[in-house]
């Protein structure tokens, strides 16, 4: 609750892609409560945004907190040895489309630059939700045609 008590909106960072979600490169095993394997309280895939996302809205009901405007930082990266590969594009735009689908309103990368491959699928997607009637069903929750 006073994590998020000053913010405007709750941004979700689940990094699932090409992990190992079970044992760190720490030489830990990785479970709910131990271990550092890149994305905590992940399985490894895709529906790990839209998880993230749900917890995040069952948490503030929990507390009885208005739901903040929620935002998803996808993962468009690799490295650090806890990410094995960027993200596919099929991978990059099932994780955005997932989190639009989970209630998130915006989405942005931390990372820069990204693979000129990401770079061209985001911008595709990009444009793709920005016009109706993907831009009113992601803003009101109601499409118009």
Wanted: net charge negative.
């Amino acid at each position: 609750k006073e994590y998020t008590a000053g913010a405007d909106f709750v941004m979700e960072d689940a990094y699932p892609i090409a992990i190992n979600s079970t044992f760190s490169k720490w030489g830990t095993p990785c479970n709910t409560t131990y271990g550092d394997c890149g994305c905590d309280n992940c399985q490894g895939n895709v529906q790990d945004v839209p998880n993230r996302l749900d917890d995040l809205l069952q948490y503030e009901h929990w507390l009885g907190l208005w739901p903040k405007t929620k935002a998803h930082n996808p993962q468009a990266f690799h490295g650090e040895d806890y990410w094995f590969r960027d993200p596919t594009n099929e991978e990059e735009v099932a994780m955005n489309a997932l989190g639009f689908n989970h209630g998130a309103k915006v989405i942005a990368s931390w990372v820069w630059p990204f693979s000129d491959s990401l770079g061209r699928i985001m911008g595709k997607f990009g444009s793709a939700v920005a016009n109706q009637p993907a831009r009113d069903l992601i803003v009101t929750g109601k499409a118009k045609r």
